[in-house]
């Protein structure tokens, strides 16, 4: 069975931390995304990565950078968190073919206080 | 690049009434077009997806979605709701306007909420 694994299901931080999501798949996928959900906007890209090393702003990456170093982890990183980053923040991963869906994790809600 | 628009943001409904969730997308170039769902406290799963060829597919727990390309909409119905449907539904096109992969583009989705 596919899997994408979140580190943390909820999370609480203070403002100004510096907080890391992990996100690993075990599909070998070569894209990876971080989304940020809130009522009424839905999903919104922050970023993707579509190899190692390579990354490509989203919709929203202000305030975000990520890492991935190896192929099946993708972090997303808030170097000083703030409290408008409260959200539920979901990883996905997804081959490199058009046709295919995306594997969502099962999400990090976050709480930045 | 692309954009999608799902219309209703809630729809309420009773167990056993049939239902259809709306979905636009903006571009009438060649798309792939899915819907997905999310269970409380829980991650995306997908529903289905077209691709291409028959404009009527069928997907998991008895739902199915028009692609209508004249409309550019891809609406998904069910016709007999269980109160287990109660959940979130996204609908999302593929994006090609990066040059390196596709990324999906996602609606605000619509929460269906049925009651006994």
């Known amino acids: 069975d596919v899997k994408v694994t979140q580190s943390s299901r909820y999370l609480v931080k203070r403002t100004g931390e510096k907080v890391f999501l992990e996100c690993v798949q075990d599909?070998?996928?070569?894209?990876m995304f971080w989304y940020r959900q809130d009522p009424g906007l839905g999903l919104r890209l922050i970023y993707f990565s579509y190899d190692v090393k390579m990354k490509e702003k989203g919709d929203i990456p202000e305030g975000y950078s990520v890492s991935r170093e190896k192929k099946e982890r993708f972090s997303l990183i808030l170097e000083s968190a703030s409290t408008n980053q409260t959200s539920m923040y979901l990883c996905?991963?997804?081959?490199?073919?058009?046709?295919?869906?995306?594997?969502f994790g099962q999400g990090t809600r976050l709480t930045v206080v | 690049a692309q954009s999608v628009t799902q219309l209703d943001s809630q729809v309420p409904v009773f167990e056993e009434a049939p239902v259809e969730l709306r979905c636009n997308y903006s571009s009438s170039v060649s798309v792939y077009l899915f819907w997905y769902v999310q269970y409380p406290n829980q991650g995306l799963q997908l529903l289905l997806k077209?691709?291409?060829?028959?404009?009527l597919v069928k997907g998991i727990n008895g739902f199915e979605a028009e692609f209508n390309k004249s409309q550019t909409s891809f609406h998904l119905r069910k016709p007999s709701v269980h109160i287990s449907d109660t959940a979130e539904y996204f609908c999302a096109v593929s994006d090609q306007s990066s040059y390196n992969t596709d990324k999906l583009i996602f609606g605000t989705g619509t929460r269906l909420q049925v009651f006994p």
């Open positions: 599909m070998d996928h070569e894209n």
């Open positions: 077209y691709l291409s060829g028959s404009t």
């Open positions: 996905a991963s997804r081959k490199d073919d058009q046709d295919t869906e995306a594997f």
